[in-house]
């Protein structure tokens, strides 16, 4: 059965601090990856996503995540985090239906 | 615009009084579904409709009911509701193409249930 694990369920980071949100997914065949980001109060937001082609895919807002099939991993990064990026982040995987798995999400705090 | 939309945003209604949550897309997207997001778990999916008249359950159907008429439209029914169905609800369709695949998500709907 598809799954994704978001295992950090907080966490801090100072603004112009690095980022790295990880994510693991189980899934028997090639996945569709997705990272999106929901601020305080809003709906969804798609980020980035993962089809196939070049592992590293570029997103919004300066994100970038990573797909690395030998350690099922798809970890979203940004190099230098800002206090408007505090927010829940959600990985998702989807296989060959339209449904999304979503992972428990990321809170990220930001402190000045 | 592409959009997804639903109504009410906000809703608090009493256990048992019977309410519908709608959705409406304007993609004419075949594949439609709902979610139901709470702390700590995620969004997990309740409905999902492939086509007109048909639907099926996702992962989370108990106390829920859909309905898919028309193409465009997707609500969401609960017919006695209770407070563990307190929730923020997502709608979203989505579609396939050319090995792409595209999910847009409404607003969302906050539900209290007392």
């Known amino acids: 059965a598809q799954s994704v694990t978001q295992p950090d369920i907080h966490i801090t980071v100072s603004e112009g601090a690095s980022l790295e949100l990880r994510c693991n997914y189980s899934?028997?065949?090639?996945?569709?990856l997705f990272w999106y980001v929901q601020s305080p109060g809003q709906g969804l937001q798609l980020l980035l996503k993962?089809?196939?082609?070049?592992?590293l895919v570029q997103g919004i807002k300066g994100f970038e995540a990573e797909f690395k099939r030998s350690q099922s991993s798809f970890n979203l990064r940004k190099p230098s985090v800002h206090w408007s990026d505090a927010a829940e982040y959600f990985c998702?995987?989807?296989?060959?239906?339209?449904?999304?798995?979503f992972g428990t999400g990321t809170r990220l705090q930001v402190f000045p | 615009e592409a959009q997804v939309t639903q109504n009410p945003r906000y809703l608090i209604t009493v256990t048992g009084k019977k309410l519908t949550v709608t959705c409406s897309q304007n993609?004419?997207?075949?594949?439609m579904s709902w979610y139901r997001q709470d702390p700590g778990l995620g969004l997990r999916q309740i409905y999902y409709?492939?086509?007109?008249?048909?639907?099926d359950k996702g992962d989370v159907p108990e106390g829920y009911k859909v309905s898919r008429k028309e193409k465009r439209n997707f609500p969401l029914i609960l017919e006695s509701p209770s407070p563990n169905q307190t929730s923020l609800y997502f709608c979203?369709?989505?579609?396939?193409?050319?090995?792409?695949?595209?999910?847009?998500f409404g607003p969302g709907t906050r539900l209290t249930v007392t």
């Open positions: 979203a369709s989505s579609f396939w193409t050319g090995g792409s695949y595209e999910q847009y």
């Open positions: 899934y028997g065949a090639t996945p569709y």
């Open positions: 993962y089809f196939s082609g070049d592992t």
């Open positions: 998702a995987v989807a296989g060959n239906t339209d449904k999304l798995i």
């Open positions: 993609m004419n997207h075949e594949y």
């Open positions: 409709s492939m086509n007109v008249e048909v639907t």
